[in-house]
């Protein structure tokens, strides 16, 4: 069956620090995945998708890893902030084709100053 | 920078009652969606929307739910007749055509007692 989870549902870092944030997916016909980041309150915020396509791809401070053969999907950010204090969920798209996301469940990252 | 904009922000309805709730995509968009999310669980996809039809829907997304583009600009999530368990935050998403990254709303919640 479809299926996204995260191996840790709550993360603190000191400020400054890396974070790394997992996820783990069982349809291998996923050809997308995406970061959200979701504060008290308010909708999921786009950070950083990647395509099956791919094994890597960076922004600003974030980095998206896809490993195809695992099935796993982390996002790492660098020198963090209190701003990043938020829930964070991985989805993915079960193929081409597919309109729907698929949420994980979600990890709430602290930053501790 | 363009946003998904949702209305009200906060609903109080009785059981049984029927709600709306809208959405303003962003105004190139043309692949609407509403996911919603139950307290403390993850986002889950209720159904998308392209072309005036409905592209895609979840087995939530039952008769007493339904969706349309009144006009031009806004897309509105009806639900006939309200359970306790429909109480949640409501999302709802656009995108362009071509491409793959959902852009959230802030969320309306629903609260039916």
């Known amino acids: 069956g479809e299926s996204v989870g995260l191996h840790l549902p709550t993360l603190s870092v000191q400020e400054g620090d890396n974070s790394i944030i997992n996820c783990a997916y069982s349809n291998s016909a996923s050809d997308y995945f995406i970061w959200y980041k979701q504060e008290s309150g308010k909708g999921p915020q786009f950070i950083i998708d990647?395509?099956?396509?791919?094994d890597k791809r960076q922004g600003q401070r974030v980095t998206v890893l896809l490993n195809k053969t695992v099935k796993h999907l982390s996002l790492q950010i660098a020198a963090t902030q209190p701003g990043d204090s938020a829930v964070y969920f991985c989805a993915f798209r079960e193929g081409q084709g597919a309109q729907k996301l698929v949420f994980g469940q979600g990890t709430r990252l602290t930053i501790n100053p | 920078e363009p946003e998904v904009t949702q209305t009200p922000s906060h609903q109080v309805t009785q059981m049984g009652q029927e709600v709306i709730l809208r959405c303003v995509p962003i105004s190139n968009h043309l692949y609407f969606y509403w996911y919603r999310q139950i307290l403390g669980q993850k986002v889950e996809f209720l159904v998308s929307f392209y072309n005036n039809e409905i592209s895609e829907k979840s087995e939530i997304f039952d008769d007493q739910f339904s969706v349309e583009r009144p006009d031009g600009s806004n897309f509105t999530l009806k639900i006939r007749s309200t359970k306790l368990e429909d109480s949640a935050m409501y999302f709802c998403?656009?995108?362009?055509?071509?491409?793959?990254?959902?852009?959230f709303g802030p969320g309306t919640r629903l609260t039916v007692l």
């Open positions: 998403a656009s995108k362009i055509v071509r491409t793959d990254t959902q852009y």
């Open positions: 990647i395509r099956s396509n791919m």
